[in-house]
């Protein structure tokens, strides 16, 4: 299935990149399209990244020292690309800061945190990522202009296939990505919360020790 999606999508954006009779609404549709099917690629990769922690697969886990900083400001630069065309602002504040931990989990981690508050802001919104050290532990937090939630939603928002309304807004998902970031966040001895209001964002803090606590 995802081989066929990701077949799919080089063809329409092959398609756009060669039109030579420029058509603004054929072209808008095109980039539903590939959105659309970004979105299923993503949904597919949670899918598959959570089953790992529910003991039906091998978690494979490879902590390392890297700095979780600079592989702040990567995802952040790739993701002001992503959401340029949405009139969305990402603004950072990031240290560098040395972090012991696997690498391409805590990228996952932050990729989804950016993807939700992405889906669930408002048009020319902003979106912040901050990641800095407090005491013996990372701080990553980011906050959204975006629809926010109510108490309800703010207390199950972790729950997996959790989705929260959707009556304010056009918006779907699986109610995966932040159940992945609470896993996440746990197989690292951390933890997530959310602080919200409705009609005006979202704030997510994550907080990890620098060094895994000995057991």
Known sequence: LKDCIKIYLSHNIDCLVKEVNFDKEKSLNRLEVINGLLKALEDIDNIINLSKYDGSTKLNIFFEEFNIG?????????????????????????????????????????????????????????????????????????????????????????????????????????????????HVAIIHGGKVSVQSQLNKGSVFVVTLPIELPEE
């Open 70 to 182: 600079e592989l702040g400001r990567e995802i952040a630069e790739d993701y002001k690309n992503i959401i340029g065309h949405k009139r969305l602002k990402l603004v950072t504040m990031i240290e560098d800061i040395g972090f012991y931990g696997d690498k391409e989990k805590i990228d996952e981690l932050i990729t989804n945190l950016l993807s939700n508050a992405t889906k669930y802001n408002v048009e020319e919104g902003s979106i912040s990522l901050k990641i800095y050290r407090e005491l013996n532990n990372v701080k990553i937090i980011v906050e959204d202009t975006g629809l926010g939630m109510t108490e309800e939603e703010q207390r199950r928002i972790f729950e997996r296939f959790y989705v929260a309304d959707k009556s304010r807004g056009k918006k779907s998902g699986t109610g995966l990505g932040l159940s992945l970031v609470k």
